[in-house]
Structure formats: C-alpha cells, structure tokens
C-alpha cells in the first residue's frame, strides 16, 4: 500500500438497488403515505356519497335495480308538501335549537369559568347529557313528555295549578316541534359549554386585569374583551353544531319517528322513512341529497368566519 | 400625581403569609424602585396598589385618600404588565384609546390624546398595527403608551423590561427615565434586577421574604448596606462577606491575614467583614493574595484571589499582569469596609 492510496481513499458509495431508489423518489413515497388514507375515504366516504347521488337520479325501489329518471325524483319533491314541510322544520329545529344551545352553553360555560366550589364536578355533570346513549335519552324524554306520567304537566297541573289538564306533549304539531327542539337543546348544551370554556380559558387573566384599570364594567369587559377573544372559537363549535343538529337522525327518529302526522320531520328522518321502511330508495336518496346545499352552506359560513381574523396573524408587517 | 402612602400593610393567600407589614412613604413624582428576589413579595405589592389583590392588613392611600376598598378604576392608576396584556384583537390605536372609549370620550379628544402619547413614544408610525405585528420593545411602548393616556396620578410598572434583550433593555430604562422627568409622576416599578434599580430610582425598597430589609436613595444603599442581605444585593459584582472575629485592632479572615478595620470599629467581636471588589487596590504592603482567575473585562480586571482560605473577588481600575498562582498584594480601602454583626447581620 503506497501513501497516495490511502490520501486518496474515499467512501465508497453504497450502491442502490432499483427498489431502494424508488423508495427514495419523492413523489412515490408521497404516493405510497397518501395510498392508505385515500383508499379509506374512498371507500368509506366518497363511494357512499356517490351512490347517494347516484340513487337520487334513478327510480330505484328495495329490490329493484332502477332506470335513469334525471331531475324526476327532484321535481316530485319539489311539489310534495311534506317534503317543504321538512325542509322548514330542519331549518326551524337547527335554528332555535342552535340559538338555545349557544345561549345557554355560553351562559353556562361562563359560570364555570369563575371560581366556584366543587367546580369539577360541576362540570362533570355538564357533561352528563352529552355522555347518555341518545336513544337512552329518548326514552327519558318519552316519561318527561308522556301525554299521562309527564313530570312537568304534573308540577303544572298539581303542585302549581297552572294549568287544568295534561299537556299533549308529542301529539299536536307545534308541541311536539318544540318539544324536540328542547330535547335537542338539552343534548347540545355540554358540547358548547365545554368546548367553549376550553376557549374561555385560553384568555389571560392579565387581560381582564388591563381591562379592569382601564375602568371597564363586568358587561363591557364581557363585550370588548371575552366575546371578540372567543370569536374564532365560537365560529368552529357553531359550524359544528349546525351541521349536527341539521342532520340530526337518532333524536328526532326515537322521539316521535316525525310525527304527529309527518309535522317533526325533518329531512334525515323523512329520507329515511322515504328509503327504508317505504322502500323508494332514489326518493330518499334525492330528500338526502338536497340536505347537501344546506351543509355546503354551513360549510361556507364556517370557511369564512373561520377565516383568520387580521389580529390574530403572525409578524407580517402591514 | 400624588403621595402614595403603605403603611404596615400584610398579605395573606388562606394561610400563606405573604407580605408581613410593609411600610413605605412615597412623595409625589418620586421614582421609587421595588427591588428583591424572586418570589419576595414585589409584584404582590404592587398588585394591591393597583387593586388587582385585596389587602389583608394595614392600609394603603393614594394622594392621602385611603384607597383599601377603592375599586381599581378609581385609583387613577395605570399599570404596565410584565407580559404587556396588550388587547390582541386591537390596534395599537385602540388598545391605546380603549380606557378612553370606555369612559365615553369623544372621538377628537380620543385621536388627540392618543397622537400625543404616540409622539412621545415613537408609535406615530404603527397605530393601525395589531400587537402581534409589533417587535418587543414596541409592545413595551404601546404599553406605556396605554398608560400615559389615562394621565393618571402613579404609574405602576412590573418588570416592564424582562422580555427584552440586553440592549432594548438599556435603551427603554432611560426612555423610561426620560419620560418620568417629562411627565412627573409618581412611578412604582418592580424589578428583581439591582442595576435597574440602581440606574433609575429616586428611592430603592429593597425586599426580602415579605418584608423590606432597607429603603433608600441608590447610593445610600450601596454606601451604607444596613445589613448582609442589602450589602450582599446591591452592586455588581457583589461584595465579598468574610465571617471572622476581631481582634488586637484587625479583623482575622479564615486561614488568617489581618485585614484593617474601618475608623469607628469595635474593639472585638464576631463579626462578617464586606469589602467590595472595586475597593481593593494594588498595594506592595498588603495582603498578599494568591492569583485564581484574572478575567480582564477592558476597563476593568477582575481577578478571583485566595487570601488566606477566603475566596475573595477584586476589581482593578488598572491593568493586572499576574497570572494564576502569582502573589499579589492586595489591601482594602479601610473607609469603605462595611462590618456586621455576624448574628443578626445588622450593619455595626
Ligand atoms: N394567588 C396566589 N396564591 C398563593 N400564593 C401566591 C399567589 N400569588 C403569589 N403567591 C406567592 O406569593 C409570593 C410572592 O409572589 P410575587 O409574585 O409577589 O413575587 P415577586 O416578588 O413578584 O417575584 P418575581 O420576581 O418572581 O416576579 C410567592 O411565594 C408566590 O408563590
Ligand atoms: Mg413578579
């Protein structure tokens, strides 16, 4: 061995076989992480969707392969009062119930955020409604909402007489709408109130403290610091609500199954009942896929208000 | 501006003592520095001038207005947090308006204040930015700056320039400084930094555990330490304390050498003798000190010395060519040793 050989020895260079190299090609490691994930939402997600659409332009029955009708299933629908009737009533049952639960989540969630005693327990009942099976909660609302054993025509009618005879809970239209919407309102409240505290708690302390020598009212301190603080938070638990509540299925199908005659309906319901038990699965698929303008809406809302608000971006400069 | 008075005034949260009787006269447009370690009880002090922590006992007053249960907003202070609490979701303009909006102010009245305080500061450029589009240093300044609109009778500051690096940090302490001869009004700032305390102060409160150890004017407290704490707190690099007893007209150090005593000291006794490292000079006469680490810093060197068995640190005015292991005799300025009890630690 001379000494040039040794100052000119190098690392030899691993040789690489084909399949190493196509491991180490970004695009097909991109390809191969992106494989499972994509598969899953395909299969699970997208396929599902497809066929829904699929379904709402045929005349398909249980049973029966059906024909392209196009715009058929839609145009029927269009003139059918019980389907305006549930598309009203999905958008009266996501409206109040979402203005009940934000109200009295918020209100809850900031009474919780002060210092009370036993505050974890406090909150674990909160959650108590959110934690309950939902079809569990129905049949409780059955009892609450019983035409005979109603606790709440009971306080009314025997412990406070205000009232002279049981109220008919789920047997006239507007009773049975409200009633729902109260149960819904029940089942929603701890989501908000708790994801909502998670925002109230990301608020420091020394804020409201500048707040307070600034002279600032508990009401505006409340106005100009904790709501616009709790905005964006807000914006994602509301988007999320709405969506949950438009397609709320178990609550509504437990209680009243959409009656009294169809006036609970809503459209999760109605194209359910339309698809399985009546058979006319592209009828139930069209009720389903007109929900979807509804959800991209709320969607859109949620993109938008979501948007990052200009304070909370990072150190760019103007 | 205003007087502010703290008399005997204690703070307990449930059963943990905090603050055990703190008492402190300040006069009006006085710069007064609260200045002592972490977890000392300063910022809890300065919380309860600002209302933000009620009081357990003894009685603060604001311009001779006692102002124990007096709600924040009607003490007519300001007070600038360490972390700045900018309003996030504000401009600077509006976080500077805000006490102003609240109180209903018109809007000329409110781009009037608000331009002026931002001349003084330098903000005039970023009034329409948010505070997250802000640099540190001017954060610091919308702070201040929120502050100075409320022209209120006692600023109130609490480590205002912790967040800051080295050299914002001498920077904003003489803006500071500046402003509070501009604007003359009474000023409370807490820092744990004796530099800071040192550099801007009318009047030093230094504490310690809930209690303060001496209250003075900067150099009164550097000249006459009233005990080993304050001795030990104030000046940088910090004086040297060597337990020993005296005897035969000189102090005996650990290991031995006779050091000289200041005029006016007591015949004997156990006592902690305080020289400070730049009251050491070069003297062909003195203790001969063995050589540890010389660390020239260019208008100064500092050199780690052994005398006897006590490690002591000297600062030099002159350059010092020894190298570790040299002798270099060395002797303290007799006039400036300080001397304690060495029990109590009280100044004799
Ligand atoms: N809300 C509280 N409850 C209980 N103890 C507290 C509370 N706030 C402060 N303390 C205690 O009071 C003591 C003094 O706190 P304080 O914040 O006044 O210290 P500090 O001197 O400002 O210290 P630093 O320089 O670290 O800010 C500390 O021991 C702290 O643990
Ligand atoms: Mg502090």
């Known amino acids: 061995m001379s000494v040039t050989a040794i100052d000119t020895w190098a690392r030899p260079r691993q040789r690489q076989g084909a399949l190493a190299r196509l491991f180490d090609w970004k695009p097909f490691l991109v390809f191969i992480c992106l494989l499972p994930a994509v598969g899953l939402l395909l299969v699970f997600l997208t396929y599902p969707l497809g066929l829904g659409i699929w379904l709402s332009f045929t005349d398909t029955t249980i049973g029966r392969a059906g024909q392209w009708v196009g715009l058929e299933n839609f145009q029927y629908l269009f003139e059918e009062p019980i389907f305006w009737n549930a598309v009203f009533y999905s958008v009266f049952y996501t409206a109040v119930a979402t203005v009940g639960k934000f109200g009295l989540g918020l209100w809850l969630a900031l009474l919780l955020n002060n210092h009370l005693p036993f505050k974890s327990i406090l909150r674990a009942i909160v959650l108590l409604p959110w934690i309950v099976p939902t079809v569990l909660s129905a049949i409780a609302f059955w009892f609450i909402y019983d035409t005979q054993f109603s606790i709440i025509s009971y306080l009314l009618v025997e412990v406070l007489h205000v009232r002279e005879t049981n109220i008919n809970f789920l047997g006239e239209p507007w009773n049975a709408r409200w009633s729902l919407i109260a149960a819904n309102i029940w089942r929603g409240i701890p989501f908000v109130a708790i994801s909502l505290l998670a925002g109230l708690q990301t608020i420091s302390p020394s804020l409201y403290e500048a707040a307070l020598l600034d002279g600032a009212s508990p009401g505006q301190r409340f106005r100009y610091i904790t709501f616009p603080m709790l905005l964006p938070i807000l914006a994602i638990v509301m988007t999320f609500s709405i969506i949950f509540t438009f397609t709320d299925f178990q609550l509504v199908y437990a209680i009243t199954r959409g009656g009294p005659v169809n006036s609970t309906q809503i459209m999760a319901t109605l194209a359910f009942q339309r698809g399985i038990p009546g058979g006319q699965l592209g009828e139930g698929a069209a009720i389903a896929v007109s929900m979807i303008p509804f959800l991209v809406f709320a969607t859109l809302f949620s993109y938008f208000a979501l948007a990052r608000r200009k304070w909370q971006q990072g150190e760019s400069n103007d | ?348």
């Open chain 2, 1 to 348: 501006m205003a007087t502010v008075d703290i008399r005997d005034v204690r703070k307990a949260f449930g059963s943990t003592k905090i603050l055990h009787g703190v008492s402190v006269g300040i006069e009006d447009g006085q710069f007064v520095v609260l200045v002592g370690p972490s977890g000392c009880g300063k910022s809890t002090l300065l919380r309860m001038l600002a209302g933000l922590e009620n009081i357990t006992g003894g009685e603060i007053s604001i311009g001779g207005r006692v102002v124990n249960n007096v709600a924040p907003k009607d003490r007519d202070i300001a007070m600038v947090f360490q972390n700045y609490a900018l309003y996030p979701h504000m401009t600077v303009f509006q976080n500077m308006a805000f006490s102003m909006k609240l109180a209903g102010a018109p809007k000329e009245v409110m781009e009037r204040e608000v331009q002026k305080a931002a001349k003084i500061l330098g903000l005039e450029q970023l009034l329409l930015r948010f505070p997250r589009q802000l640099s540190g240093g001017q954060r610091q300044r919308v702070a201040m700056g929120r502050a100075i609109v409320r022209n209120p009778q006692v600023f109130l500051f609490d480590e205002p320039l912790s967040n800051l690096d080295a050299k914002l940090r001498v920077q904003m302490r003489s803006e500071i400084r500046e402003l509070h001869q501009r604007l003359k009004v009474t000023t409370v700032y807490v820092t744990h930094d004796q530099i800071e305390a040192m550099t801007m102060a009318d009047l030093i409160v230094v504490m310690n555990h809930g209690r303060i150890e001496q209250a003075g004017a900067p150099l009164e407290l550097y000249d006459r330490p009233a005990n080993v704490f304050v001795a030990g707190f104030i000046g940088s690099p910090a004086m040297n304390m060597l337990e020993g007893r005296i005897e035969g007209g000189a102090f005996h150090g650990p290991g031995g050498g006779a050091w000289p005593l200041p005029p006016g000291a007591p015949a004997s006794g156990e006592v902690i003798y305080g020289i400070r490292p730049e009251h050491f000079r070069l003297d062909p006469d003195g203790l001969k000190a063995t050589v540890h680490v010389v660390e020239p810093t260019g208008s100064e060197t500092q050199v780690v010395m052994h005398i006897g068995e006590a490690h002591v640190l000297g600062a030099f005015r002159e350059r010092v060519s020894a190298r570790a292991g040299d002798i270099l005799p060395v002797s303290p300025d007799p006039a400036l040793v300080h001397l304690f009890d060495r029990q109590s630690g009280q100044r004799i």
